[in-house]
Structures are given as C-alpha cells and as structure tokens.
C-alpha cells in the first residue's frame, strides 16, 4: 500500500487545533476528502489542484507548494480530530505510530478510518454555497457559463428546465447530468431544496416513466378554496401558493372530474351520436383521431384542443359541452391575455412544468397574448370541431357560430419575399460554399457495439452537408419539411433531358399532401453525390447514380454526419435501417434540424466571410431556411421564367401567391434605376 508520511506532531500539538474551532472556522467538503485521498495515494499536488481546485477561487492551489502545505494542514487537523473522537484501536495505532517513527504513518486502509472519524468537521452543503465548493472545476466553470453560481441556483435551473436540463451546457452529457442529481438529492436535508421528480426520471422504450401518469385537473374555485383553508394569508404569498398548486396537464395525461366531464353536458344531443363518445374528452380524441396521418395539423388542433378545455376546466369550472356564446366570447377575450398560470417556458409534454401557452411569445408585462392572427386561428379551429360535433351529434348546437373573428390587419404582403438573397451575394454564398467544402476532411471513428455512430466529423463534411441542403432549397424552391423528406429513390434523370443537356428530378409531397415534381440543377447534383459519398459507408453504396433500384429504398438525402449519443437520437435515426447498418438508410433531418443546422452555417459565414459588405452581412444574417426559397423565386422571376412555371416548381395553389415575387422584381428596378438617377445627378451637379 503507497503511504504518506504527515508532519512531525509537534506541529499538532503546537497548533492545538481543536473540532469545535475547526467546525466553527473551517468546514471540510467532501471534494477537500477526495483531494486529501489522492495525495494519500501519493499523486501530485500540482495534478490535486488541476484536478479538483480552481486557483482563481481556491488561493491554496495556485502553486504546488501551497497545494501540499494546505494538505499537510488538513491532515494534521483530520488526525487530531481521528485522536480525539476515533476509536480506542485506531487511537492507539495512530499513538504508536507517531512514537515510533515521529509521525503517523497512514495506510488506504487507516486513512479511510481516519477520515470517518473525523466526519463532523465535514460541511454540510448549503443552498447558498458556491457550486466550485463542491462540483469539480470543469462541470462548475461549465454551470458558470449558464449563470448558475450557487447550489441553491443549480437546484432551481434543473427544477425549471426538467429532464433536459443539461442539454443547453457544453460537455454535460446524460451521465454527469445524472450523477449531479444523484448528489442534489442525498443532500436535500441540508440544502432545504428539492429537486422534482422528472429531473432525471428514466426512459423506457423512449416514454419516461412520468408520461404514464394521469394527471386530474380541478377547477380554480377549489384550489382557492385548498389555499385558504391552509391558512394562506397575504395577498402575494397566496398568490405564489395558488400558481404553484395549478395543476394542468396535457391532453394524453388529462384527467377531469366527473362533474365536469360532459357526460350529461346540457349542450348533449339528444339524437343518435355517430360517435362512441362517452364524455367530453373522448369526443375531442375523436375528432382529433381525424388527422392522425397529418402530424402538424394534427399537432396544431391538439395545441388549440387541449387549451380551451384546461380553460373551460380550471378557469371556468365548465363541461366543454356546457359552454355558451358568452363562455366563447370570454375565451375569446382570454387568448388576448392568456392567465400567467397557463404560460411557461417550453418543456416536454410529459413534464410536470409543462404549460399551454410558451413564454417565448411573452411581452414586457410578463403575459404570453397571442397575435391576432393566431387568435383568428385558434377561434376557427374550435369552430371548425364544435361543428363536426354537432354533424355527428355528440352536441346538440355550436355556440362559436355566433361568435365572431379576432379582428386582424390585411398585410399588403403576407409572404416576407424581401428575405431573398440578391443575386450577388447568392453567388458570393454559393462560392464560399464550394470552397469550404473542399476542404479535406472525412468522418473518423464508429462505434462498434452500436452500429453506426459518427463520433468526429472535420469541417468539410459538414459543409458539405449543409451545401448540399442549401443548394436543394435554393435552386430548386423546396420548403424545409419537403427538403428534409426528400428521398434518394425520387431523385431521377428526367426524360426531358438530352446528351447535352441533362436534367434531373426531383418527386416530393409538399404542403397540403399535394405531389410535385420539381428540377435539380447540376451543382445541387454534385452536391448530392459528394454528401452522399461522406454518409455512407458501404462502398457498393457509395456510387450515388447507382444507389437506387426499382422498389428499393434507399434513403434519405439529407442525413445528419454527427448522430447525437443519446437513446432517442440513435431509435429514430437506426429506425429505417432494417437490420443492415447502412447509414444511408438512417432517419435524416427533420425540418426544424435541418432549419438549425442552416441558421448555425450561415451564422458562421455571416462571421467569417471575407469579401462581404456590411449590408450583405445585414441581409445573410437575417436569412432563413425559408428564404433560400425567396430566392429561387425571385431570381427565376428575375430572369424571365414563366409566372406559372415558377408556380408548379414551388408548389402554390394559387398564381396570385406566385405574382408577389414579379411585385418584388418590379420593386427592384424601380430601386435600381434610382439608384442610377441618382448617381447621374450627382456627377451633372444637378
């Protein structure tokens, strides 16, 4: 066993250090017993203090010699402490050993026993102690860059965030995230703090366990009526206890009273329902069954669905299918200033932090109101299911009909077409792309025991990638979603085409289900081809013109270079693999990664284009995914393509929306022969 030799005990006895000072001057952490654990173990100073201090914050580990003398110190005070609470044997030992050899001759074995022995002088954690006390100085300096500085404001950031807490700070994985958890909540006594329940509650076949749980929502006159009985006086404390004791729950985990289920709601019809409807929510899973193979109407009428019935519910103590024209007009006026209650940041559904409306769209006063837009919105939605209700006759009446629309203002322009890229800088874009994407580079490392898993992509790769996707949307006017659904098997020589002129193209379901067929220029090929050849590791595979065969699938093509190491991550993109590991039969992105993945790139050119004015980084920064298909639209429309031909490749139902982009070529020209104007009657003096 490696032993360390501590100081003479004169110096101990000199010092006359006693556990009630040391308790009351000093506290030893449990990060202070690791560290003094290793130098046991005889390691370094100089690594104890890399290792477990920060020298900003700890002033005893600026050196190694004052790591080493602080250590020694620490020693001598745990061996005293050892001395005078340990027990008999170990008294003795410690006695014997320092008659013999001057000093105290520690083992692993006798350290351990010194060290719970002298565990009163350990400090118990407090809300208000810094995070570097306790937490290692990678993970605190990395808490730090979150502005978490203190145990009580780590308690409350993963309390607020939920189960994904850790996923906004570099280098936290799941695995310390769980571990500093763990270690929050062993020491809840002492912290007062309690973290909640679905923190780091455990996914099984990727539904956390708390998802299972249905969840009751009363009315509010009840939980007013719960906080006066407990005693709740003053006006802002009962307030906090009131928000706290809001109970909602999303749809899947909703649970209402009998009272107010519905089931003998006044607005009931009396005829024959067409429905197995029961009560008011199996009614609205009914309706919403409807759209199960739309999944964002579907997510969209849920969102609208599930508001007005924790309304109707918890606010207005009322059956859905009790409502009336003024209960309407009351919801009406509710969506303008949404209850704070109801208003949160955006968690999972399955999080007891979930609310119905995001705070992201909060305004100063702290209320998350609505555009009237989306008031217009949310009222003909509701409109639009009460009256499908009442044609299957689970309701009697639909009392939205007399209740009119959320004024709104006629934008003059409802498409923001002055996003395109200019000419210009598109090809300065299109430029910087092709360079940076030459760039060497190659995907490195797999994880075997779990097929494929990038660890490492270099910087070329992933231009390539994001070329790829910017070149599909901007040269053939794709919306994102349709972008992120395109598949391989669909890409095909067209027959249009000739020797000289070849022409390739592109099959894809857009906005409405609507089938379309669009054209893909030769640089949007290539950059296919190269994209394709870093994703796949088949060599048989790799040739791109040669993936695909008659009633095979074979891909996506776009598809992330970097899978994200975590269990959800890896089900979705290995789900259409079918067995044989290709990454090329991988989940690609989905609409809003491949929308992040655009806005991080672009971000970086913004930042590190050279040859860039200062009103082209204006209007790249303020560029979208969405405005790469401003461009293929304006600049088509710009060089004398049909109106309608540009309406079929873009896929609007109507020629009026296409029209816009020729309104905006127009705006153009007039802009540029003023420009021209002007310059000339500056050079005449006129």
């Known amino acids: 066993m490696p032993e360390h030799i501590s100081p003479p005990p004169e110096k101990l006895t000199a010092e006359k250090l006693t556990p009630e000072k040391l308790t009351l001057e000093r506290g030893f952490t449990t990060k202070d017993f690791t560290a003094l654990r290793a130098y046991v173990q005889r390691i370094a100073p100089a690594v104890i203090a890399r290792t477990y201090y920060n020298p900003d914050e700890d002033p005893h580990a600026a050196t190694p010699g004052s790591m080493e003398r602080h250590l020694n110190a620490m020693l001598d005070a745990l061996v005293a402490l050892a001395l005078a609470h340990g027990s008999s044997a170990l008294a003795e030992h410690l006695r014997a050993s320092i008659r013999q050899h001057g000093r105290p001759l520690l083992t692993a074995v006798t350290f351990r026993m010194v060290i719970e022995a ?51 700070i570099p280098r936290i994985g799941p695995g310390r995230a769980r571990a500093v958890v763990s270690w929050l909540r062993r020491h809840e006594a002492h912290l007062k703090l309690r973290v909640d329940a679905d923190v780091d509650s455990t996914d099984q076949a990727g539904v956390p366990l708390v998802a299972a749980e249905l969840v009751e929502v009363v009315p509010l006159a009840k939980v007013t009526q719960s906080g006066l009985a407990s005693g ?34 006044e607005n009931r019809s009396a005829a024959f329902c067409y429905i197995q409807a029961n009560h008011d929510l199996e009614a609205v899973r009914a309706y919403l069954n409807r759209y199960r193979d739309q999944p964002k109407t579907l997510r969209a009428y849920t969102k609208e669905l599930e508001r007005f019935l924790l309304w109707a519910v918890v606010l207005r103590g009322k059956a859905l299918s009790d409502l009336r024209v003024d209960d309407c007009e009351a919801y009406k006026d509710f969506l303008k200033h949404p209850d704070p209650r109801f208003v949160g940041e955006r968690f999972a559904r399955h999080s007891p932090r979930w609310r119905p409306f995001a705070s992201s769209t909060s305004n100063a006063s702290g209320s998350a109101a609505l555009s009237p837009d989306s008031q217009r919105y949310a009222v003909r939605a509701l409109r639009s299911a009460f009256s499908w209700w009442v044609d299957v006759r689970y309701l009697a009446g639909n009392p939205w009909k007399a209740v009119n629309d959320p004024v709104v203002i006629k934008r003059e322009r409802a498409i923001k077409i002055e996003r395109a890229l200019p000419a210009e800088l598109w090809r300065k874009v299109r430029g910087e792309l092709d360079a940076r994407s030459a760039e060497a580079g190659g995907v490195q490392g797999r994880e075997s025991a779990s097929g494929v898993q990038w660890r490492e992509c270099r910087n070329g790769v992933q231009w390539r990638a994001v070329r790829a996707a910017i070149l599909l949307m901007g040269d053939s006017g794709l919306r994102r979603e349709e972008a992120a659904s395109a598949r391989r098997e669909h890409l095909r020589p067209s027959s249009y085409g000739t020797l000289e002129r070849p022409v390739w193209e592109l099959t894809i379901v857009g906005k409405g289900q609507r089938e379309r067929t669009v054209p893909v220029s030769a640089a949007t090929l290539k950059a296919l081809r190269a994209h394709w050849s870093d994703r796949v590791k088949d060599d048989r595979a790799k040739d791109f013109d040669g993936a695909t065969e008659e009633g095979k699938q074979s891909g996506p093509l776009l598809g992330p270079i970097v899978i994200p190491w975590t269990d959800a991550s890896r089900r979705r993109h290995r789900a259409g693999q079918g067995g044989d590991g290709d990454s090329a039969n991988e989940a690609g992105y989905t609409a809003d990664g491949l929308n992040r993945l655009i806005s991080r790139m672009v971000t970086e050119l913004v930042e590190t284009m050279d040859n860039l004015s200062l009103d082209e980084r204006r209007q790249l920064g303020q560029a979208n995914a969405h405005a790469l298909r401003h461009t293929f639209a304006s600049h088509s429309v710009a060089d004398d393509v049909p109106v309608d031909v540009v309406q079929k490749v873009l896929g609007h139902a109507s020629l009026q929306t296409t029209t816009l982009y020729v309104q905006a070529e127009k705006q153009r020209v007039v802009e540029e022969v003023a420009r021209y104007y002007a310059g000339a009657a500056h050079k005449t003096g006129r």
């Open 118 to 168: 002298a565990q009163l002088a350990a400090l118990p954690p407090q809300a208000d102690h810094a995070i570097s006390a306790w937490l290692r100085p990678r993970v605190a300096h990395r808490l730090k860059g979150e502005g978490i500085q203190t145990l009580g404001e780590l308690v409350a950031f993963c309390n607020r965030r939920g189960g994904s807490w850790w996923r906004s």
């Open 232 to 265: 709740s006086s003053g006006g802002s404390d009962s307030e906090n206890r009131l928000t706290d004791r809001l109970t909602l729950a999303p749809l899947e985990r909703l649970a209402v009273p009998h009272a107010l289920s519905g089931a003998h709601g």
